[in-house]
């Protein structure tokens, strides 16, 4: 096993994910709350 060595990692990969996650949570809460927005307009 190799030494571990602070900050020389790539993480890249990791922040691209983590990126991506956070958009698809975003999303998904806006369209979330349009769904219940609507259906409080529409069952009055």
């Given at each position: ?16 994910t ?25 069952n009055?």
């Open positions: 096993m190799a030494e571990y060595k602070h900050g020389e990692m790539d993480i890249r990969t990791h922040e691209k983590f990126d991506g996650f956070v958009w698809f949570v975003s999303r998904g809460v806006i369209v979330i709350l349009c769904v219940l927005i609507f259906l409080a307009l529409v009055g």
